[in-house]
């Protein structure tokens, strides 16, 4: 570069322009050449480069040499060849205010082509361990972005240190008297990296799970996890997003107990009308006894309300001192034998058939069972089922679906009293 300046100087004073002039536009058209040999240098660097890793990873049957390639880590080695260009060529003009320039600069050049390297490593790395078994379970991006910051916080500390002309030493004791607005500063930060680790080591959340947190309006798949946020595509396809903080210091519900656990919950009502309830009489008994979930049990309940009712001498017509059964209670069995023989109900999980609280609204019959099946579409179809064949069925047993009067009800209830309806 010293000869071409030469060259360019004395083409300058051929040309009988002023000493002083023609040292300054010597200078800075050389300069120019320079930054476009360093840009030269840079591409064809990084054509040559990109052919022979190409090559090389397409001859490879590993996985993380594509990783590398995808997140462009050998292309930021491609601009050492025209940092090292300025590097080499810095003091060509022997001016000392040109020299320090091109110094510093191509320290600052070296410090970003460094940065943009490591950070680049440090997300090819994330990517080869979501690869692993590994990182179902146990997510390192909020890690990998933590030291990415790091990496760059350590880069702007020698960035400003080459502007200011102190050392990186100076600067760091120096922060001391600045750590108050760090702190403040890089508040959700900190308490994202806190979460960040609870979450993994406690195994609270990972890429994957179902979770529900309504305080945010969340309620779908966790899809990222990351230091300062976690997505979640909920079922209607939008995607919230929540600080990591937010997931321990307040609470969420998390569904992945009820995936491996092999079953879900089915916990169904319907309210029946208190007024249906009744003692059987021996047609409905009759009647009853051709369902073949409960022949062989009203047999043995008979017999044994016989027996009772034998020892306490208690008439066959008397129906204040007796033992009988009721329609309810027989529907009740009845509603526990199908569910028992209900292909898709887990037989090995919480089984219940009971009654709830009688109010206005009448007597709630509930069953809460599991199924088998834990895929939404198909549990709720289980689930309907299962109630359709309860409605349908309790007009046998002589009970009653309790709700509001209607329309038809009212007319209904009119006709019966010779009014007509529409006249009302």
């Known amino acids: 570069m010293k000869y071409l300046l030469e060259l360019f100087k004395t083409i300058l004073e051929d040309l009988y322009v002023p000493e002083e002039s023609a040292n300054i536009i010597a200078i800075f058209t050389t300069l120019v050449v320079l930054f476009l040999v360093a840009y030269l240098a840079h ?7 990109a052919k022979i890793v190409h090559q090389f990873v397409a001859k490879t049957k590993t996985q993380w ?10 292309s930021a080695l491609a601009h050492m060849s025209s940092a090292l260009i300025i590097y080499y060529a810095y003091d060509f003009s022997g001016v000392e205010f040109v020299s320090n320039f091109l110094y510093n600069l191509v320290n600052i050049y070296f410090i970003i082509i460094l940065t943009l390297f490591a950070v680049r490593l440090a997300n090819a790395a994330n990517d080869i361990y979501q690869t692993t078994p590994y990182a179902v379970n146990r997510p390192i991006k909020g890690y990998i972005q933590l030291l990415q910051i790091l990496f760059i916080c350590i880069a702007v500390i020698f960035f400003i240190s080459i502007l200011i002309g102190k050392s990186p030493i100076y600067l760091i004791g120096g922060l001391g008297a600045i750590a108050a607005v760090l702190l403040l500063v890089f508040k959700d930060t900190i308490l994202s990296l806190v979460a960040s680790i609870q979450l993994s080591a406690n195994k609270m959340l990972k890429p994957g799970d179902w979770i529900a947190m309504p305080s945010h309006n969340a309620d779908g798949t966790v899809i990222d996890i990351s230091l300062n946020t976690v997505k979640v595509q909920n079922w209607d396809k939008t995607i919230t997003t929540i600080p990591t903080y937010a997931l321990v210091s307040e609470s969420f519900n998390n569904w992945v107990g009820m995936e491996e656990s092999g079953g879900r919950r089915i916990k169904r009502s319907v309210n029946l009308d208190m007024r249906s309830v009744r003692f059987c009489d021996k047609a409905l008994l009759e009647k009853l006894s051709r369902f073949y979930m409960l022949k062989d049990y009203l047999a043995e309940r008979e017999k044994e309300i016989a027996e009772y009712n034998k020892k306490l001498n208690v008439q066959e017509g008397d129906v204040f001192n007796g033992r009988r059964q009721t329609n309810l209670g027989i529907f009740r069995r009845y509603l526990e034998n199908y569910l028992h023989q209900h292909p898709m109900i887990h037989q090995d999980m919480t089984f219940l058939v009971r009654h709830l609280q009688p109010s206005e609204k009448g007597l709630p019959l509930e069953f809460y069972v599991f199924s088998k099946d834990q895929e939404w579409a ?9 109630m359709d064949h309860v409605l349908a069925i309790l007009p046998e047993f002589g009970l009653r679906v309790f709700q509001n009067p209607s329309g038809n009800d009212i ?5 019966q009293q010779g009014k007509p309806a529409e006249k009302v």
């Open 43 to 49: 591409w064809l660097t990084r054509r040559i480069l």
């Open 65 to 74: 040499d594509d990783f590398l390639l995808k997140r462009k880590v050998f």
């Open 378 to 386: 198909k549990y709720e179809s289980i689930q309907a089922d299962i």
């Open 411 to 415: 007319s209904d209830f009119l006709n």
